[in-house]
């Protein structure tokens, strides 16, 4: 199994609160990752790490050996290592258009099409400002500037927050074709059988701590059902 990424002793937090408490995490590569836990567990912490907004104040990160504790978000991104947070992954005041031809310009490119193909719905809504879509909608755009931008990783926050259960599982099924195509996936998610079910491995973290990792099939029903 080749490692993408690894965090190793993570110690971050905002403030005077130390959120994660020396967490030990390893994201295998073209695999999906699940970090699960209740509310407030630390898994956006997580991601915000990885994704190096948020720095570490001990411990270090590498991404396919090499270490980048200390390396931007921007340069991160840049690399291929793209972060969809649960909110504002948008610009508001853009058309839809305007948000996905942001991206492939910053690389260099000029088509959109594989954004439109992978989510037609935003085809039909090409012209409206993305302030004004829907949550499901929004979250598409937010991934398809992600795709756009052809990451190596894909750290993706909630993806199915105050969705419908329908739009939630579209969303999941377009994942499960990212990861299929060999693009390494890390989601935070709430116990969801979507989660679990596009999973290759699952870090169940509880108080800034992993409280179990492993194959989600041997996650214990106990802890799968534990409340939110
Ligand atoms: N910007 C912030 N400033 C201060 N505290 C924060 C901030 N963001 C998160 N926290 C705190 O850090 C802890 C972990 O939050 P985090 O968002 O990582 O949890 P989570 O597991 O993603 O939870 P959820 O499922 O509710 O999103 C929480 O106690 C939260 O209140």
Redesign the pocket.
Known sequence: MSVELALTGARA???T?E??HGLDLTVPAGKVTA?L????????????VLAGVLPLRSGSLTWQGRTITRMSALERARSGLMFVP?ERAVFATLTVRENLQVVVEAIGQRDISPALEAFPRLHERLGQRAGTLSGGERRMLALARALLARPRVLLV??LS?GLSPKVAGELFTWLATVALGGTTVVL???YTNDALGLADIVYV?HR?ECSFVGDPAELHPAVSAEP?
């Open positions: 937090g905002y403030g609160i959120v994660l970090l836990g209740v509310n407030g567990a630390g898994k956006s912490t997580t991601l915000r649960d926050d909630e927050l935070a998610d709430q973290l800034g939110v």
